[in-house]
Each structure stands twice: as C-alpha cells, then as structure tokens.
C-alpha cells in the first residue's frame, strides 16, 4: 500500500511537472479520440491526470473503463458531455492504483455499477484506498459489484467486449478488454506505450507475468488492431511488439548481472540500461527500471 500511495503522489507531483516549467501553473484536460463507432479514448493533455481511459457509448448503455483521480472528476464529466448525455451505467476498473479508481467512489454513489477483477475488490477490502491524508477503508461504494476470475463478457451496444485476467502482470488483479467487434483492446497498464513499464511487485505485478499478459494480448491483435494503453498514445500491434522486446531485453540484461552475484547498487552503478534511454519518462528512468528488474529478479528466486 506504500507504494500505491507513492503512486498516487508521483501523479500528483507530475501534474505540476509535466506541464513545462516548474513555475506555470498547469492546467491538465481531458482529451477525446474516437478509437471505433462509438468507442473513444479519453487521455490527459497539459498535466496528469491518471491513465488512459476507454469509453463506449450505444443504445445499451454507456461503459467507462477507469476513472482518473479525483481533482479531475468535473473535467472528466464534462469532456464525456461532449460525446454523450447519457448517464455511465457500468465501470470496469483495470486495475487497483489509484489513478485509474480514483473516483470509484462518488460513481458508485451514482448508481454506476463497477466491475473489476476478484482480486482488485479484496484488494480495497483489505488494504484501503489512497485517501488525502494517507490510506483510507475503502467506502461500500468504491467496490466493485461485480467480479470475475477469468473472464466475462459484455454484450452491449452491439459489441462483444470480452473481459479477461493476465495474471500477476502489472499487479495480481489486471483486467484487459477486448472489443472483438471493433478489433480494439484496452489493457490498462500492463502496456505503458513508448515508456518504461511499472510492475507492482508488492501488489502481486511481476516481470515475467508482465510479459506473460502482454504476449496473451498480442495473440488478439492483427496490423489493424487499435490498442488503448494504461499510458502513452494509442497504440498499435508494432507498439505492443517493441514493448515486448524492449522488456526481454532488459530482464536479460540485468538477469545476467543478478547472476553473475552483482548487488543492486553495482547493477545500477554500471547503468546497463543506457541504450533504452527513450523509454525513460518522469516515474521510471533507466536507474529506475534497472532497480525494478532487479528487485522482480531477486524476487522470483
């Protein structure tokens, strides 16, 4: 829960960075992408203001994938207005990090119904919910109402949106969806695009789970699959691809150095990392992700 909370502040801390410079005072949107027929991508331009968020939109009923953090909440709800007037009526939370449930709780308070992965709500029920002065019991209506262990699938504005688990990937409660339909998939974060991944190893996240869920989302995508990530642009099956490489190549790396009895401090002194510079970002440069392989690698020992 540490470092959720961590990761909640690093997205604070990243709205007054991202920006420009540090004496603006930043003013982060939302932006809208229409991804497919009445499916769109909702992400944050100016500032941080969590992950990417998926929206679709039919005669069924609107579904919100995640929800942004709380400042945001009035932004969010009214870059939705522009796209539609009807009222949200399912959430599907991809994971359990606050950036992505933060407003679960004033949704569920709306009547929106949440559905996550089990392991997401004993998550909450268990560990509380980032609150403004540290961690909090999550609130009933923060929870998740529905949940699953494998898969579910929605039938809805005339779309099959298959829901499914990657296990311990980003976390040990990651839910992907697929939108068979409009050959689009959400994954939450276990693709951060073009970025260094972040691989919760305390809440269940590890490295070869991670590429284990990503390689399971590959198997469904085509050259024309459009793909929402947890962060960073839409992407596409060649996105997906490199994040895959790039994440082999350095557990390799590091895997080598662990081998060879190196600490984590002579890992990271030898910055083996330096040729995937451009995938560093304001959370995880390449001394960040050196100490994050390392640790996943010691981990699984």
């Given at each position: 829960m540490a470092?959720?909370?961590?990761?909640?502040?690093t997205?604070m801390?990243?709205?007054f960075?991202?920006a420009?410079?540090?004496?603006?005072q930043?003013?982060?949107?939302?932006?809208v992408?229409?991804v497919?027929p009445?499916?769109?991508?909702?992400s944050?331009?100016?500032g941080?203001?969590g992950?990417?968020?998926?929206?679709?939109i039919?005669?069924?009923?609107?579904?919100?994938?995640?929800?942004?953090?709380?400042?945001?909440?009035?932004?969010?709800?009214a870059?939705?207005?522009?796209?539609?007037?009807q009222?949200?009526?399912?959430?599907i939370?991809?994971?359990?990090?606050?950036?992505h449930?933060?407003?679960?709780?004033?949704?569920?308070?709306?009547?929106?119904r949440?559905v996550?992965?089990?392991?997401?709500?004993q998550?909450m029920?268990?560990?509380?919910?980032?609150?403004v002065?540290g961690?909090?019991d999550?609130?009933?209506?923060?929870l998740?109402?529905?949940?699953?262990?494998?898969?579910m699938?929605?039938?809805?504005?005339n779309?099959t949106?298959?829901?499914?688990?990657?296990?311990?990937?980003?976390?040990?409660?990651?839910?992907?969806?697929?939108?068979?339909?409009?050959n689009?998939?959400?994954?939450?974060d276990?693709?951060?695009?073009?970025?260094?991944?972040?691989?919760?190893l305390q809440s269940?996240g590890s490295i070869?789970g991670?590429?284990a869920?990503q390689?399971?989302?590959?198997?469904?995508?085509?050259?024309?699959?459009?793909i929402i990530p947890?962060?960073g642009?839409?992407?596409s099956k060649?996105d997906l691809?490199?994040?895959?490489t790039m994440?082999?190549?350095t557990?390799?790396?590091v895997?080598?150095l662990?081998?060879?009895?190196k600490?984590e401090?002579?890992?990271v002194?030898?910055?083996?990392l330096?040729?995937y510079?451009?995938?560093?970002?304001?959370?995880i440069?390449?001394?960040?992700?050196?100490?994050?392989l390392?640790k996943g690698?010691k981990?699984?020992?």
């Amino acid at each position: 829960m540490a470092l959720l909370m961590r990761i909640f502040a690093t997205g604070m801390l990243l709205l007054f960075t991202i920006a420009g410079k540090a004496d603006e005072q930043p003013d982060p949107q939302f932006e809208v992408t229409q991804v497919a027929p009445g499916l769109y991508m909702l992400s944050g331009v100016g500032g941080f203001v969590g992950g990417n968020i998926g929206l679709s939109i039919g005669p069924d009923g609107v579904v919100i994938i995640d929800d942004a953090m709380p400042p945001f909440l009035d932004k969010l709800t009214a870059k939705i207005k522009t796209v539609t007037q009807q009222p949200l009526d399912f959430l599907i939370n991809t994971h359990v990090h606050g950036d992505h449930t933060g407003n679960n709780a004033t949704l569920g308070k709306q009547g929106v119904r949440i559905v996550a992965h089990k392991n997401l709500r004993q998550h909450m029920v268990s560990k509380g919910i980032p609150g403004v002065d540290g961690v909090i019991d999550a609130p009933s209506e923060a929870l998740p109402v529905i949940t699953f262990s494998e898969e579910m699938t929605f039938y809805l504005n005339n779309n099959t949106a298959n829901v499914f688990h990657v296990a311990h990937a980003h976390t040990d409660g990651d839910a992907v969806i697929h939108f068979r339909n409009l050959n689009v998939i959400h994954t939450g974060d276990v693709l951060f695009n073009g970025l260094f991944p972040f691989i919760d190893l305390q809440s269940g996240g590890s490295i070869d789970g991670y590429i284990a869920g990503q390689k399971q989302i590959l198997a469904k995508a085509d050259n024309d699959t459009k793909i929402i990530p947890g962060h960073g642009p839409l992407a596409s099956k060649a996105d997906l691809e490199a994040a895959i490489t790039m994440l082999e190549e350095t557990r390799d790396i590091v895997a080598k150095l662990v081998a060879d009895g190196k600490s984590e401090e002579e890992v990271v002194k030898l910055n083996p990392l330096t040729k995937y510079e451009k995938w560093s970002w304001g959370f995880i440069n390449t001394e960040g992700m050196t100490r994050q392989l390392y640790k996943g690698l010691k981990q699984a020992m």
